[in-house]
């Protein structure tokens, strides 16, 4: 099992804003140096006389060159969609509540519902038997006969 170490992405920013502004380039008129580009000032290069040169091999020339604005980006990305996981996890926990509360009332309603339907049945059993009454006392006899079923 690999364990993932979890970068600190502010301070990775903060060192990106700390490094020379890009985008960088290479300098075609020394070997493997890299600049600022609108600017050509160095960014890596060798000093120091004809015994001091530095290496710097093309593809890790090239990889230099494109994290000074990869990583960025890279960074404000990954910021950005940690944000989102965030708030998406917080409104799939505020849905889930109104869920809940929509699931209660739905058992509430149907309660009602079953209530109601026994009233009505007992309301038409009365009309059918000719058993006529005023409308308010067959509706309320009816109610009371659906509240008493359902306690």
């Avoid at 290496?55 to 000074?68: K, M, T």
Wanted: aromatic share 8%; hydrophobic share 40%.
């Amino acid at each position: 099992m690999t364990t993932e170490t979890r970068r600190d992405l502010a301070a990775d920013m903060t060192i990106c804003e700390a490094a020379t502004p890009g985008p960088w380039i290479r300098r075609a008129e020394f070997d493997r140096a890299i600049a600022k580009e609108y600017t050509l000032d160095d960014v890596v290069s060798a000093e120091g006389g004809d015994m001091c040169h530095v290496v710097i091999e093309p593809s890790n020339e090239r990889f230099i060159i494109e994290a000074r604005e990869g990583w960025p980006h890279a960074i404000r990305r990954a910021l950005a969609a940690e944000a989102e996981v965030t708030w998406l996890k917080d409104s799939m926990r505020r849905l889930n509540g109104v869920h809940d509360e929509q699931c209660a009332r739905s058992a509430e309603y149907y309660a009602e519902i079953k209530r109601l339907r026994m009233a009505l049945e007992a309301t038409q059993f009365h009309l059918y038997r000719e058993q006529y009454m005023s409308a308010t006392d067959t509706v309320d006899s009816a109610l009371e006969v659906s509240a008493d079923a359902t306690s």
